[in-house]
């Protein structure tokens, strides 16, 4: 197999691969490129060449052979993904039989641009719209039949609400109807996900078992037979069925694990140290991502940076000897020349040229003021498209630069680094937005979408003319680190960065370290907590590079990414501590229940009560008769409108621990949704076998609590609607327990206001890209960990402490640190010293200083971020935003709409009048 450069898919696939050997493959380093599979006639039998004619890039060679190669390394990381199910195993599903069956994965094709019909949903049986359409949850996963996984996907819950959203964004008039067990939005803002497409139009969600009915001959439409409370069974009808497959591990895994060495679990995926779900059974070896098992994409990213904090642990005496300095061309002063811009526009695969005329855009470029070279890209990003912007800015002689292709927020670095390769400014480089503000959101208005595209583009080429040459700023990076909060993630960070050789000041404000593991005692996977923090605590302070503070207060934290400076106060004293990063990692707490009886009758607990009685031996506990959980206390309600996730697999815990000291013990365990999502499914099965009893609740009508006696025992009369029998169930406990949210600590909003970092709507903290920066905060040098991001469990804590570490160690291995030469500046003889400026500014960037004038407002350029709030605050026009001056946003103003139409519309308005 081979990989070429860029080609048309289109091309390659409808009509030069007689055999469909020829793929399109992604990747991060070259986002697009052709992949010739083992089908190819050629390989096989020699019997057909064309792609070696068509080739324009002499890419294709079949004389190579597969060879070895040896590399010595001293840590490996394995991140081998995994696999969808297939549900063809089985023939229930009538998958690969009915042709309107389809699994989630060709669903995501058909919604894709660059799926087979081009981003139209429409049914391989004719070629339709389909208007009705079904999705039935957990095809492959949480079950124990042959062929089948007995473990929780995790993901399938939100990518189905995902897919049922962009659904209606194509047919608003669709019905969309969801067969689930339960709904598992366990994650940071999933709730809202979740309330966000039940609460839409035609969309029904249905607790439900489901099977395929029949396939209509005469419409090809399938019949889906279901059970509700209210109707019984029912059969009913849909134009197309989605199977939201769960995950396999991946292909192959014994092979793998067999050739490095490791074991796997029973499920197939990684078997991990109990300890640290990134460690294998193999020193030296780390595993991310989705092969420790199930995992959505922001958990796979911080493992991901764990794992490479990890390696560097093991590597560190190896540290900037095989790196190498990238070093740039000197850059040429073009400011004092014309405008020589050069247009490149890109098709984005089909994202924009399925809706764009690109070609015509073009064309339409070329005839702009100062452009004098304009060309199409398939995509602009990848790395011949890059390197080809650079060689013809070199040879065409460009000094400006505009890309028509997607929003600047992800590709603008990569952009402006074409330019520096071409020795010219970066800053020179503009990109229109010709994707999410105009091919996406205008698909199916292809002529006026092109219009706004050129539109678009002409604005960006004004603005391009406009722009002048900026230097960012170097500055040295302190290389001690900053960790607030001693719970198990801030220690576990702490100890990844000491253990690479840089010093860290671990701050607590209790007296003892552990935070709220501290009152955990056992994990469902039999870790004994205690054991394991008392390791991790022991060293921490056995460490030299890590210098405790408990007892501690932060007081005062200025500064800016590699140079910061916190003053603490402590049982040490008042002390002023300089860093280079700083990680936030101050945990949460449990929310303190209003209800059910809690505070007023001492049998009522809350589930960490309930452990510490359990590890206590409490008799009066362990020899009760009976004792209820009710889950979901405190949160996923208005006050809290989030799932705390940790709360379904700990009421299964306890209700396991306690069957095991007590078996004859009746538990029920009331729920609105059971969240035992990924590998905790197979806990939640095993409670269910020890006859713990689960009895689903809707939230309009929550069990009710009283305490009374009966037949002279006091007892505490929990009463629920049983949704099966459609009666109210009334069951007297000895016990009951809450299982009550995790909400963020008290402290929360004054740490966010010391280190200039955001806070989300549920006020914990709020991560820069929810997918792409999922540790990092918007402010620079800045990061978080544990639950102070979002409540988790100790191992997804873990992970996320080494991501932490890993991501403040790309800054602190460096000697100098790179900040933006966009930001704000003050013309003093302008400013009237209003103060509005520094009101407006969140990061602490703009401050008075003195002058023969009086107090002037100053930006310091290494806090700014360049948001421009405070230059449209001030009233005297004082502050400029560089990069973003009033000459270049009123240049495209301008273009924006030609003179001569304003000329004609105030005529036609006049004349109205």
């Known amino acids: 197999m081979e990989y070429c450069p860029v080609v048309y898919p289109d091309q390659y696939n409808q009509e030069i691969s007689k055999n469909k050997a020829v793929h399109i493959y992604f990747s991060q380093a070259v986002p697009l490129v052709t992949y010739i599979d083992e089908s190819c006639l050629y390989l096989k039998e020699k019997k057909c060449t064309i792609c070696l004619g068509v080739c324009k890039n002499d890419a294709i060679d079949f004389s190579q052979e597969a060879e070895k190669i040896e590399i010595?390394?001293?840590?490996?990381?394995?991140?081998?993904?995994?696999?969808?199910?297939?549900?063809?195993?089985?023939?229930?599903?009538?998958?690969?039989?009915?042709e309107n069956v389809v699994t989630s994965m060709d669903y995501e094709r058909l919604l894709c641009a660059t799926g087979p019909f081009e981003g139209e949903i429409l049914r391989a049986s004719?070629?339709?719209?389909?208007?009705?359409?079904?999705?039935?949850?957990?095809?492959?996963?949480?079950?124990?039949?042959?062929?089948?996984?007995?473990?929780?996907s995790a993901v399938c819950c939100t990518y189905t609400q995902k897919q049922v959203i962009l659904t209606k964004d194509h047919d608003a008039e669709a019905e969309c109807t969801i067969f689930h067990n339960d709904i598992r939005s366990y994650g940071k803002d999933f709730e809202l996900y979740y309330q966000r497409a039940e609460n839409l139009p035609g969309v029904r969600f249905i607790r439900s078992y489901v099977s395929i009915g029949k396939e209509i001959p005469e419409t090809k439409n399938v019949t889906l037979r279901y059970a509700t409370a209210e109707d019984g069974v029912k059969e009913e009808e849909f134009d197309m069925v989605v199977l939201s497959v769960g995950l396999n591990p991946p292909a192959e895994v014994e092979e793998l694990a067999d050739k490095f060495g490791i074991e796997l679990n029973s499920h197939g995926f990684c078997k991990a140290i109990p300890s640290n779900p990134m460690e294998t059974t193999r020193p030296g070896i780390f595993v991310s991502g989705a092969f420790q098992g199930p995992m959505d994409i922001p958990e796979s990213v911080f493992t991901a940076s764990g794992a490479g904090s990890l390696c560097g642990q093991t590597l560190d005496y190896r540290r900037g000897k095989l790196s190498k300095e990238r070093i740039y061309p000197p850059e040429r002063d073009v400011s004092k020349e014309e405008p020589r811009i050069g247009v490149f526009v890109c098709h984005c695969g089909a994202n924009i040229g399925r809706v764009v005329d690109v070609p015509s855009t073009v064309e339409y470029a070329l005839t702009l003021p100062n452009v004098v070279y304009a060309q199409e890209q398939l995509f602009s990003c990848a790395t011949n498209s890059a390197k080809e912007i650079t060689d013809l800015a070199k040879e065409k002689?460009?000094?400006?630069?505009?890309?028509?292709?997607?929003?600047?927020?992800?590709?603008?670095?990569?952009?402006?680094?074409?330019?520096?390769?071409?020795?010219?400014?970066?800053?020179?480089?503009?990109?229109?937005?010709?994707?999410?503000?105009?091919?996406w959101v205008h698909s199916k208005e292809k002529?006026?979408?092109?219009?706004?595209?050129?539109?678009?583009?002409?604005?960006?080429?004004?603005r391009a003319c406009h722009l002048e040459p900026l230097q960012e700023i170097d500055l040295p990076v302190n290389k001690t680190a900053l960790v607030v909060g001693g719970g198990i993630a801030g220690m576990t960070c702490a100890l990844s960065i000491a253990n690479q050789g840089h010093e860290v000041c671990l701050v607590e404000k209790d007296t003892d370290l552990g935070g709220m593991a501290r009152r955990i005692h056992y994990t469902l996977e039999g870790v004994d907590v205690q054991a394991y923090l008392g390791d991790v605590i022991r060293k921490v302070y056995q460490h030299p590079l890590i210098h405790v503070y408990t007892d501690a207060t932060i007081t005062e934290a200025t500064g800016y990414i590699g140079n910061f400076v916190t003053r603490v106060k402590s049982e040490r004293g008042v002390t002023e501590i300089k860093h280079g990063a700083a990680i936030l990692a101050i945990g949460a707490e449990e929310y303190k229940p209003t209800e059910y009886l809690y505070g007023e009758d001492d049998r009522v607990l809350t589930q960490l009560e309930l452990e510490d009685q359990i590890a206590r031996g409490e008799e009066r506990l362990i020899n009760s008769q009976s004792l209820v959980m009710i889950q979901c206390v405190g949160c996923r309600n208005e006050d809290r409108n989030y799932c705390s996730r940790v709360c379904c697999s700990q009421a299964i815990k306890n209700a396991l621990k306690l069957k095991e000291i007590n078996p004859e013990m009746d538990i029920y365990i009331l729920f609105?949704?059971?969240?035992?999502?990924?590998?905790?499914?197979?806990?939640?099965?095993?409670a269910s076998n020890k006859d713990v009893k689960f009895i689903h609740y809707e939230?309009?009508?929550?069990?009710?609590?009283?305490?009374?006696?009966?037949?002279g025992r006091p007892v505490l009369?929990?009463?629920?609607?049983?949704?099966?029998?459609?009666?109210?169930?009334?069951?007297?406990?000895?016990?009951?327990t809450l299982s009550a949210a995790v909400i963020p600590p008290a402290g929360n909003r004054e740490i966010s206001q010391l280190f200039k970092v955001s806070l989300g709507p549920d006020d914990f903290f709020k991560e820069a890209h929810v997918k792409l920066r999922p540790v990092d905060f918007a402010a620079d040098g800045v990061f978080l960990c544990g639950t102070a991001h979002y409540p988790k469990h100790i191992p997804e804590a873990i992970n996320q402490a080494y991501g932490a570490a890993g991501r403040a160690l790309t800054l602190l291995s460096h000697d100098i640190v790179t900040v933006s030469g966009s930001v704000c500046e003050v013309n003093e003889s302008e400013c009237v010293s209003c103060g509005a400026c520094i009101s407006a500014c969140t990061y602490g960037a703009i401050e008075f200083h003195d002058t023969r004038q009086g107090k002037k407002a100053r930006v310091n350029p290494i806090i700014c971020k360049g948001d421009g709030l405070c230059n449209v605050k001030c009233p005297t026009g004082a502050i400029s935003l560089k990069h973003f001056t009033d000459e270049e946003i009123l240049s495209q103003i301008d273009a924006a709409v030609p003179e001569e139409e304003i000329i004609q519309q105030m005529d036609a308005a006049v004349g109205d009048v």
């Open 672 to 686: 609105r949704d059971m969240r035992t999502y990924g590998l905790m499914e197979d806990y939640y099965r095993e």
């Open 699 to 711: 939230p309009d009508d929550k069990p009710q609590v009283e305490a009374v006696e009966e037949e």
């Open 72 to 98: 010595k390394v001293g840590a490996i990381i394995l991140s081998p993904g995994l696999e969808p199910f297939d549900p063809k195993v089985s023939d229930e599903y009538g998958y690969g039989k009915m």
């Open 126 to 152: 004719d070629k339709k719209h389909p208007h009705k359409i079904a999705w039935i949850q957990c095809v492959g996963s949480r079950r124990v039949t042959p062929g089948n996984n007995s473990y929780c």
């Open 447 to 462: 002529e006026e979408a092109t219009e706004k595209a050129q539109d678009t583009i002409r604005m960006s080429v004004a």
């Open 717 to 736: 009369r929990v009463t629920a609607t049983d949704p099966i029998l459609g009666k109210r169930l009334a069951i007297d406990a000895d016990y009951l």
């Open 397 to 439: 002689g460009l000094n400006r630069v505009v890309i028509g292709a997607c929003s600047p927020r992800t590709l603008e670095p990569l952009f402006r680094d074409t330019l520096r390769e071409a020795g010219i400014n970066q800053y020179y480089c503009d990109m229109a937005n010709i994707r999410e503000h105009c091919s």
